[in-house]
């Protein structure tokens, strides 16, 4: 992330698709349900913390989060967007789960449906003068984002409804703080 980037999020825009914290407590178990965390790999101790340090980053560098914050039903991206922005502000959409059916075998037509109704969302601006966050799962390498860390952002800039998206930027955990500091 450089200062640019940083501007432009402060005047709003923007999609963040932002990786859930550090889970590696439990397995996420076959034919789990969603309301049951003990069933699934849920955030260590240094993804909780990861998630209370990106909420904290981005007040304070007053980047403006649109209401809700959208996150996958998986608890472990439930609890990261609840300690960095607040139950109230959080919002499951169950969409978000199909970028972790990406990770795992999938029907041959599943792959093409689940990115084109991903590249829909990410055309959709936000509202005026704020970005929208999301929080969901990594993708496998090669496909769509790819490798997103812990807590890792993209940075999308919608162009409207048809019309498509461009990636303006990515950051870690750790650059986004490194401008809270400076």
């Not at 996420?28 to 209370?52: H, I, M, V």
Request: overall charge neutral.
């Amino acid at each position: 992330m450089d200062q640019v980037l940083l501007e432009k999020l402060q005047e709003g825009g923007y999609t963040l698709y932002v990786r859930h914290g550090e889970a590696n407590v439990g397995m996420d178990q076959p034919d789990f349900s969603f309301q049951d965390c003990s069933a699934q790999r849920n955030l260590s101790e240094k993804g909780r913390t990861q998630a209370e340090r990106y909420g904290h980053a981005i007040r304070r560098l007053n980047i403006p989060v649109a209401s809700p914050v959208f996150t996958s039903p998986f608890c472990r991206a439930k609890e990261s967007a609840i300690r960095a922005f607040g139950a109230e502000h959080t919002l499951v959409d169950p969409f978000w789960s199909n970028v972790y059916q990406l990770n795992t075998p999938v029907p041959p037509y599943m792959q093409p449906a689940i990115l084109t109704r991903l590249s829909a969302y990410l055309e959709q601006a936000p509202p005026e003068g704020a970005n929208r966050f999301i929080i969901a799962h990594s993708f496998p390498n090669g496909i769509a984002f790819g490798t997103i860390p812990s807590m890792g952002t993209i940075v999308v800039k919608p162009y409207g409804k048809g019309r498509g998206f461009s990636v303006a930027g990515h950051f870690t955990i750790e650059e986004l703080e490194e401008f809270v500091k400076n």
